[in-house]
């Protein structure tokens, strides 16, 4: 790597986005080992400037390499830019859960309640060798600050959709989707002092009116033959020890009601076979069981919040969007994440510089503190 990058006039865009990087983004640079092995001059700002033309502006690494060369930034040859990412993936890690902490929005018991969003997406690689990770990933609402995520790979114990996948504080109030829907991640949840609103999987999760009784689920939701009105229900997870919580369903509108079901015959008539009654019935109604405390949100509440749960699944598109998240060229384990983390931290940075941009005027970046310090 060449020494400390001279700034032109012109260069001063670089100037500000390092502005935007953790405060201690260099001694972390250090700290993990980035810096290890190189011959030359060992400087973060230039390998972290060489990286971000491959993971920010998506260039090749022979392409990245001719770019620094030129840039008079670093010259070094294509072989050697991919030991230093795989190099790098500790300290592109670091600078992404830096990030994290600093958008991430906790509040802990007795202060008040906080809201979170979880959810999971496939990172695969080109082709036909399919999915390589599993991004799980929490956003407060309405926030939308992410407050935690984890790498796994897709296969393999521990690594499917799962709470347990999330760590979970005392007064956290989870809103997950179906996938989530298991006695066990629930029991997860409430051991740590948390509550959770999921909808309900109708083939994971069995329910009792008292332990020993079971309940009717499917009459009880038909019982509501109004679009838009909700009924609410007081039920035990069949499970030991029984979780106790709410039933809160909607039936849909008509029109939401024919694109569930004719999205439900596309699929059954794809896999060759004729879905059952009990699948198009349940289809018709929005069913969530809820542990979040009776006193605090009625049924209309708890619809009303789960409505907002979908902004994790924007969220991910964003970070595909913006980041191009959603293929893995690298092949290898260790390079795959310095790739990903790489990618999360220029998504991370893209949000946060949006964030500036709305709140700081009429300039968009935050003003450093040497410069205050002349004034």
């Given amino acids: 790597?060449?020494?400390?990058?001279?700034r032109a006039p012109e260069e001063e865009d670089w100037a500000v986005l390092l502005s935007f990087l953790p405060k201690n983004w260099q001694e972390l640079a250090e700290e993990s080992g980035a810096l290890r092995g190189l011959r030359k001059d060992k400087s973060p700002e230039c390998l972290l400037r060489t990286l971000l033309i491959h993971l920010g502006c998506g260039h090749s690494l022979r392409e990245t390499v001719i770019r620094a060369r030129q840039a008079q930034i670093a010259d070094l040859s294509a072989v050697a830019l991919f030991k230093r990412l795989k190099k790098s993936r500790a300290w592109l890690r670091?600078?992404?859960v830096a990030l994290f902490q600093e958008h991430g929005v906790g509040v802990s018991a007795g202060v008040g309640r906080q809201m979170r969003a979880f959810d999971a997406t496939h990172i695969s690689e080109p082709g036909r060798t399919g999915s390589?990770?599993?991004?799980?990933?929490s956003i407060t609402l309405p926030a939308l600050g992410c407050d935690f995520f984890n790498l796994t790979a897709t296969k393999g114990k521990g690594t499917g959709e799962s709470l347990k996948q999330f760590p979970i504080r005392s007064d956290d109030y989870i809103l997950v989707d179906r996938g989530y829907a298991t006695a066990q991640g629930i029991q997860h949840v409430e051991a740590s002092g948390g509550y959770v609103t999921v909808r309900v999987n109708t083939g994971a999760l069995q329910f009792e009116t008292k332990p020993g009784q079971s309940f009717d689920l499917l009459a009880s939701v038909e019982s509501i033959k109004q679009a838009g009105?909700?009924?609410v229900w007081t039920v035990f997870i069949k499970t030991s020890p029984p979780i106790q919580g709410r039933i809160c369903a909607l039936r849909k509108a008509d029109e939401a009601i024919q694109e569930a079901e004719n999205r439900i015959l596309k699929t059954a008539k794809r896999k060759g076979h004729r879905p059952r009654d009990e699948t198009l019935r349940y289809a018709r109604y929005v069913i969530?069981?809820?542990?979040?405390?009776?006193?605090?949100?009625?049924?209309?509440?708890?619809?009303?919040?789960?409505?907002?749960?979908?902004?994790?699944?924007?969220?991910?598109?964003r970070f595909k969007s913006l980041a191009q998240l959603g293929?893995?060229?690298?092949?290898?384990?260790?390079?795959?994440?310095?790739?990903?983390?790489?990618?999360?931290?220029?998504?991370?940075?893209?949000?946060?510089i949006v964030r500036h941009a709305r709140t700081f005027s009429p300039w968009g970046y935050p003003v450093q503190t040497k410069c205050m310090e002349r004034l």
């Fill in 1 to 6: 790597m060449k020494g400390t990058v001279t």
């Fill in 94 to 96: 670091a600078m992404c």
């Fill in 132 to 137: 390589l990770w599993r991004l799980h990933y």
């Fill in 229 to 231: 009105k909700a009924g």
């Fill in 288 to 317: 969530l069981f809820t542990t979040f405390p009776v006193d605090e949100f009625s049924e209309n509440d708890i619809l009303e919040w789960y409505r907002l749960r979908w902004q994790v699944e924007l969220v991910f598109k």
């Fill in 327 to 352: 293929h893995l060229p690298k092949l290898d384990e260790e390079s795959s994440q310095a790739w990903l983390y790489g990618k999360l931290m220029v998504a991370l940075l893209t949000e946060k």
